[in-house]
């Protein structure tokens, strides 16, 4: 099985900064892509950044620019830098991960427990 832990969420102001990380670990035998998901109340979950392992990066529209997504594939590790952060990107930040068990196994997708985050005006 895999397991993803985040951590780094918080509290912030408006305009401040956060970075999140998700390491992911297991019996992993290829990492195709990593990203970051996010819930706010009373709406869906979407898609905030993913990276693959090529290199290929997606945002949502409402963070580009603001946020950047890198990853240490060595490490199974995704993270999430957040800049200028305002009130509409509060939630629980969830991690993604599509990897492979092993060579000829399909790749499975997997998610975090999620990590608050709440910013203040």
């Known amino acids: 099985q895999v397991s993803l832990v985040e951590s780094g969420g918080g509290l912030v102001q408006a305009g401040e900064s956060l970075t999140l990380s998700c390491a992911a670990s297991g019996n992993i035998f290829r990492n195709d892509a990593m990203g970051w998901y996010r819930q706010a109340p009373g709406k869906q979950r979407e898609l905030v950044a993913r990276l693959t392992a090529r290199g290929s990066t997606i945002y949502g529209d409402s963070v580009k620019g603001r946020f950047t997504i890198s990853m240490d594939n060595a490490k199974n590790t995704v993270f999430l830098q957040m800049n200028s952060l305002n009130l509409e990107d509060t939630g629980v930040y969830y991690c993604?991960?599509?990897?492979?068990?092993?060579?000829?196994?399909?790749?499975?997708?997997?998610w975090g427990q999620g990590t608050q985050v709440t910013v203040s005006s």
């Open positions: 993604n991960a599509v990897v492979r068990l092993g060579y000829h196994d399909s790749p499975g997708m997997y």
